[in-house]
């Protein structure tokens, strides 16, 4: 099973999607093959946020709205036409194309893609699209009535075209349009709620290359969709020089991306200025923000030392007052052992830790 290729789709929802328009999708995958998989999954998702789940062993669909308990979901006759519908079309091309491609062995999976926006209240595009084995083979636009195949065997008879465009303007795009609007209504503190990213600029050396990683990194933002920019020089790096771009999940239902440029020895005694910019919908203006200012050597020297002669300190301190204990001893060697324990107090050490000394 090729996960990266649900993942891509799973992307197009959100990238396809302008700033102020709003999104709903369902990715559905068929599994051909001994999998631990059920055959037929199926994930709805508004923006970037996934809200319903199904899949062919519980055989309906369940609520992914961890923030709402005792959820339910509505229009559940559609929804079951709906699944009916895209279940039989995933089983129908994933034959035709294991027979075309002569795959009668291993795990192949087939995937559709239905999505619907929202711009001012206006459905502003609807399409279809599916893939197989990770490669995209037939696009469809259910507004304009435009069908784009790889697949010869995909092109539809005027018959089967005709049908499709009922199915898709009666039943798909309906409930798309009524189920993302009542989850924007009903959830718009967490739908369309703006988590401002935080961005730094690190560099550090790589160790094996001894060249120097400049990256720009942006985290904790909501919602998904951000573009994140490496200066040079106040000139944009080309993408080509640059690593990373993807963006990631957090575990607090944020996201992050890096991106980041290797740069040689040679380049860095140049003294080029590296600015990280970014733009998001949670801030008015564009982020700049330079590298973060490296740490002083001399200063991370002189308080090692300082720990250090503070530990040789405290312990012989310690040595010394055991030694007194065990001996019985009391002469001009306390002396030494006060001065030590008063050395200590004056670099910070605490009346508590004095305490266990003398005693």
């Known amino acids: 099973m090729k996960v990266p290729?649900?993942?891509?789709?799973?992307?197009?929802?959100?990238?396809?999607?302008s700033t102020d328009s709003h999104s709903l999708s369902i990715m559905a995958t068929f599994i051909s093959g001994e999998t631990q998989f059920p055959e037929i999954t199926m994930a709805v998702l508004v923006n970037d946020v996934p809200v319903e789940y199904y899949d062919s062993d519980i055989n309906k669909f369940v609520s992914r709205r961890h923030w709402r308990v005792n959820d339910s979901i509505q229009e559940t006759d559609l929804r079951?036409?709906?699944?009916?519908?895209?279940?039989n079309i995933l089983q129908k091309s994933s034959h035709t194309l294991m027979k075309k491609y002569n795959h009668t062995q291993g795990v192949h999976v087939s995937q559709e893609f239905a999505a619907c926006d929202l711009e001012d209240e206006t459905l502003s595009r609807f399409f279809i699209m599916s893939a197989y084995d990770g490669e995209?083979?037939?696009?469809?636009?259910?507004?304009?009535?435009?069908?784009?195949?790889?697949?010869?065997?995909?092109?539809?008879?005027?018959?089967?075209?005709?049908?499709?465009?009922?199915i898709y303007a009666n039943t798909y795009q309906p409930l798309c349009v009524k189920t993302l609007r009542r989850?924007?209504?009903?959830?718009?503190?967490?739908?369309?709620?703006?988590?401002?990213p935080r961005v730094r600029v690190i560099q550090k050396t790589e160790p094996h290359s001894g060249r120097t990683q400049v990256?720009?990194?942006?985290?904790?933002?909501?919602?998904?969709?951000?573009?994140?920019?490496?200066?040079?020089?106040?000139?944009?790096?080309?993408?080509?020089?640059?690593?990373?771009?993807?963006?990631l999940p957090n575990g607090d239902g944020t996201y992050q991306l890096r991106r980041s440029l290797s740069v040689s020895e040679e380049e860095l005694r140049e003294r080029h200025r590296y600015t990280c910019t970014v733009s998001h919908l949670s801030v008015d203006n564009k982020l700049d923000v330079k590298p973060e200012a490296p740490a002083d050597p001399v200063l991370i020297s002189?308080?090692?030392i300082a720990v250090l002669v503070l530990?040789?300190?405290?312990?012989?301190?310690?040595?010394?007052?055991?030694?007194?204990r065990?001996?019985?001893?009391?002469?001009?060697?306390w002396m030494m052992d006060r001065s030590i324990i008063v050395t200590l107090i004056n670099c910070g050490v605490t009346i508590r830790d004095t305490e266990e000394v003398f005693h």
């Open 5 to 17: 290729a649900v993942v891509l789709l799973i992307l197009s929802s959100v990238h396809l999607v």
């Open 80 to 87: 079951d036409y709906v699944v009916a519908d895209i279940g």
């Open 136 to 166: 995209e083979k037939f696009q469809y636009d259910a507004l304009s009535h435009i069908q784009n195949t790889l697949v010869p065997e995909f092109v539809w008879s005027k018959e089967t075209s005709d049908i499709r465009k009922q």
């Open 183 to 196: 989850y924007l209504q009903e959830d718009k503190n967490t739908l369309l709620r703006k988590e401002r």
């Open 215 to 247: 990256s720009c990194v942006a985290t904790g933002f909501y919602p998904r969709r951000v573009n994140v920019t490496l200066l040079r020089d106040d000139r944009p790096v080309p993408d080509r020089e640059l690593t990373g771009g993807e963006v």
């Open 302 to 304: 002189a308080v090692l």
């Open 311 to 324: 530990t040789a300190l405290i312990v012989t301190a310690i040595v010394l007052c055991r030694k007194r």
């Open 326 to 333: 065990h001996t019985g001893e009391e002469d001009e060697d």
